[in-house]
């Protein structure tokens, strides 16, 4: 379950994926920190993102449909019926295309500013048959296009984001006035006291 089976929720691999990219950007992270540059989502060792695919996509299809969905009022409602929505920070497209499967009346947007994660999630959305009601686009949260959606998602992104307030503002400003955002986040804290 932890190490074999890449479909089920418990599974690490795509983890030692995450911890390797870091080796190879060990360099960049030392140098960011004696800047203050930072480093870019987009500058990371590629093992980042196909790793960060594997950690996330089983508990995506695990837990987003059966019960992240069913804990926001109305929402899955909603996306039965057909409904908009924008997946921000989507990454190379797991949760856009497991909400897509699930939900065949509702259209999908994947944001994310990464370029070759944007043609991953393509491809991907393609090979899942879900390609003609789901659209993925190059752009930061800042920047996420249209308006009026009844669903914004933001899965384990915010905390990456350079300007995580601006990206808020920006999704609050995109959604419905019914509309429902879901967030993800890990627990974290301002100081290491609080996480």
């Known amino acids: 379950m932890v190490v074999a089976n890449e479909d089920s929720p418990f599974f690490l691999g795509g983890a030692f994926e995450v911890i390797a990219s870091c ?10 920190f004696r800047t203050g540059a930072g480093v870019g989502w987009h500058e990371h060792d590629d093992r980042l993102f196909s790793g960060v695919l594997r950690f996330f996509r089983p508990g995506y299809a695990a837990h987003l449909v059966s019960a992240w969905l069913p804990a926001l009022d109305g929402v899955v409602d909603k996306l039965r019926a057909g409904a908009s929505v924008a997946d921000v920070g989507c990454g190379l497209g ?22 070759a994660s944007i043609a991953g999630a393509r491809k991907a959305a393609a090979e899942a048959g879900v390609a003609q009601r789901t659209r993925f686009e190059t752009a930061s949260a800042q920047e996420l296009p249209g308006a009026g959606y009844d669903l914004v998602c933001m899965f384990d992104c915010l905390h990456d984001m350079g300007d995580p307030v601006g990206a808020a503002r920006r999704v609050r400003q995109a959604l ?11 627990m974290a804290g301002d100081g290491p006291e609080e996480t």
Do not use: C, K, W
Request: no cysteine; proline share 5%.
């Open 23 to 32: 080796y190879a950007d060990h360099a960049r992270f030392t140098d960011a």
């Open 94 to 115: 797991a949760s856009t295309i497991v909400m897509a499967q699930a939900f065949g009346r509702s259209t999908f947007l994947g944001v994310d500013n990464h370029e």
């Open 176 to 186: 419905a006035p019914d509309g429902t955002l879901l967030l993800v986040e890990p």
